[in-house]
Nanobody, 125 residues
Framework: QLQLVESGGGLVQTGGSLRLSCTASGRNFARHVMGWFRRAPGQDREFVASISWSGDNTYYVDSVKGRFTISRNNANNTVYLQMNALKPEDTAKYYC??????????????????WGRGTTVTVSS
C-alpha cells in the first residue's frame, strides 16, 4: 500500500506559479504510475497529468499542456506538479494518485489505487 500526502497549494495571482509535491510512504513507489487530478467547486474530478514509473513518459490534459510539468524522484518517493502561467480556471483542489499499472494514458479516477487528501489551489483574477 501507499499513503500519499500533498503539499504546496495556496493562493496565487493569474500568471503566477506554484509547485505541488506529493510524498508517498509505503512500498514500491517506483512501480506505480503517479498522477494528479483536480476538482473544481461543483465539478467532477478531472485528470491533469500522469507520469510513468521511470519518469521518462508523461501525459497531460490539453488545458494544461505547456504550462504544467509533472516529474518524480523515486529516490525520495515524491512526485511534483510544477504549475506556471496559472489561470483562474485552474482553481481547484488537487489530488495526488498512484496506480498499479503500466500505461500512463489513464484518465479515469476509479482505475487508480491510492489517493491523497488533496491540496487547494486558488488563482485570483
Amino acid at each position: 500500500q501507499l499513503q500519499l500526502v500533498e503539499s504546496g497549494g495556496g493562493l496565487v495571482q493569474t500568471g503566477g506559479s506554484l509547485r505541488l509535491s506529493c510524498t508517498a510512504s509505503g512500498r514500491n513507489f517506483a512501480r506505480h504510475v503517479m498522477g494528479w487530478f483536480r476538482r473544481a467547486p461543483g465539478q467532477d474530478r478531472e485528470f491533469v497529468a500522469s507520469i510513468s514509473w521511470s519518469g521518462d513518459n508523461t501525459y497531460y490534459v490539453d488545458s494544461v499542456k505547456g504550462r504544467f510539468t509533472i516529474s518524480r524522484n523515486n529516490a525520495n518517493n515524491t512526485v511534483y506538479l510544477q504549475m506556471n502561467a496559472l489561470k483562474p480556471e485552474d482553481t481547484a483542489k488537487y489530488y495526488c494518485t498512484a496506480g498499479n499499472m503500466e500505461s500512463i494514458v489513464v484518465i479515469t479516477p476509479s482505475l487508480y489505487d491510492y489517493w491523497g487528501r488533496g491540496t487547494t489551489v486558488t488563482v485570483s483574477s
